[in-house]
């Protein structure tokens, strides 16, 4: 093999491996954004010491667990060490124990799919 043939080859080789990879389903892209399924229980909950917050996530094709977000009233909670994250590559569900404050709170959810499409729901 000459100089040139092993240098196109490593170079097809580079390219090919360098390339992005893009989730598909049936041979096309996914375009479909997760859902945030439910948020339990509701924002409008009355405030205790501690309560016991669950969020449920879906997708289509693969969540992408590294992209869960849950904040209350601003302050993110999902990355706190009593939240945990479990399921599958399209179905799982986030437990963990929040404060809430008197009066209304503002829950947000947000994942993403491996494909970067965006779910996101909110619970005033």
Same mark, same amino acid.
């Given at each position: 093999? %000459?100089?040139?043939?092993? #240098?196109?080859?490593? =170079? =097809?080789?580079?390219?090919?491996? %360098?390339? *992005?990879?893009?989730?598909?389903?049936s +041979?096309? $892209?996914?375009?479909?954004?997760?859902?945030?399924?439910? $948020?339990?229980? *509701?924002?409008?909950?009355?405030?205790? !010491?501690?309560?016991?917050?669950?969020? %449920? #996530?879906? !997708?289509? @094709?693969?969540?992408? *667990?590294?992209?869960? %977000?849950?904040?209350?009233?601003?302050?993110?909670? &999902?990355?706190?060490?009593?939240? =945990?994250?479990? +399921?599958?590559?399209?179905?799982?569900?986030?437990?963990?124990? @929040? &404060?809430?404050?008197?009066?209304?709170? @503002?829950?947000?959810?947000?994942i993403? !799919?491996?494909?970067?499409?965006?779910?996101?729901? @909110?619970?005033?």
């Open positions: 093999m %000459s100089l040139r043939s092993r #240098w196109l080859a490593a =170079a =097809a080789t580079l390219l090919c491996v %360098s390339a *992005p990879l893009r989730a598909q389903v +041979g096309a $892209i996914d375009t479909t954004p997760p859902v945030v399924v439910s $948020i339990s229980p *509701p924002a409008a909950a009355q405030p205790a !010491d501690s309560v016991r917050l669950v969020v %449920s #996530w879906s !997708d289509n @094709v693969s969540l992408d *667990p590294s992209t869960a %977000s849950v904040t209350v009233n601003g302050v993110e909670v &999902h990355s706190a060490p009593s939240f =945990a994250y479990s +399921g599958s590559a399209t179905a799982a569900t986030s437990v963990g124990t @929040v &404060h809430l404050q008197s009066g209304a709170n @503002v829950v947000r959810a947000r993403s !799919d491996r494909e970067g499409n965006v779910g996101a729901a @909110v619970e005033v």
